[in-house]
């Protein structure tokens, strides 16, 4: 099946620092990608959707200066933490999908993020 | 997009079938019924969607109530490995194609 690689796995570092989060789709053109956000314990919060080749859709309460998200081609999208804060920690999830319509999302398997 | 609702815990004796609910009785003509798996620290999985028919996959089949305001994931031989929380998802196909998560159901599958 569809395969979505995101890297890193898992993230610590200092506050204030930004870091990036790349998702790829692996054996398939990805059109669309989301940002999910997930706190312990809690479900999956939708932070953007990022088209390729156009600006980000952000969720509202996302900080879009806060979160930035590039889609430059079909396969990548990476999303940027700026001036990271422990606040900030959270497990970041990408999907990924070929078209809108009834195609199944695939999703990678997290990032960890620990800000210190 | 409909909203859905599903218990928040079920226990399941390895080896039997676990039927997972799930009730989506706004739901509209053209949204479909997804079903997404998580287990404990990773992303979601997707399972298996429909639209008004029942399917079937590998990994589990999908009822649909002919209104479709309900349905039941059914995993055939619920495993140890199956345990995670289950998210039914109802989408539609002219959306932009996001996925809004509930809270789930956590289905333990005990020994």
């Known amino acids: 099946g569809a395969v979505v690689s995101q890297h890193p796995s898992r993230v610590i570092c200092k506050s204030g620092t930004s870091v990036k989060i790349e998702c790829r789709s692996l054996?398939?053109?990805?059109?669309?990608m989301f940002w999910y956000r997930q706190f312990p314990k809690q479900s999956l919060m939708l932070m953007a959707t990022?088209?390729?080749?156009?600006?980000?859709?952000?969720e509202q309460g996302v900080e879009k200066d806060k979160f930035l998200i590039n889609h430059a081609s079909l396969t990548l999208s990476t999303l940027t933490v700026t001036s990271a804060h422990p606040e900030d920690s959270s497990f970041y999830i990408c999907?990924?999908?070929?078209?809108?319509?009834?195609?199944?999302?695939?999703f990678g398997d997290g990032t960890r993020l620990s800000i210190l | 997009d409909a909203k859905t609702t599903q218990p928040p815990s079920m226990d399941c004796a390895e080896g039997r079938a676990a039927n997972l609910p799930c009730n989506h009785s706004?739901?509209?003509?053209?949204?479909?019924v997804y079903w997404y798996r998580q287990i404990h620290s990773q992303g979601p999985q997707y399972i298996i969607h429909?639209?008004?028919n029942n399917e079937t996959n590998e990994m589990a089949s999908l009822i649909i109530t002919e209104d479709r305001k309900s349905s039941t994931l059914i995993l055939p031989h619920a495993t140890l490995r199956d345990t995670a929380v289950y998210y039914c998802?109802?989408?539609?196909?002219?959306?932009?194609?996001?996925?809004?998560f509930g809270q789930g159901t956590t289905l333990q599958v005990k020994p």
């Open positions: 999907s990924a999908s070929g078209r809108v319509g009834n195609q199944p999302q695939h």
């Open positions: 429909g639209l008004k």
């Open positions: 998802i109802v989408q539609g196909s002219s959306n932009t194609g996001k996925l809004i």
């Open positions: 054996d398939f053109q990805a059109t669309t």
């Open positions: 990022s088209n390729e080749g156009s600006k980000a859709t952000y």
């Open positions: 706004t739901i509209s003509g053209n949204e479909y």
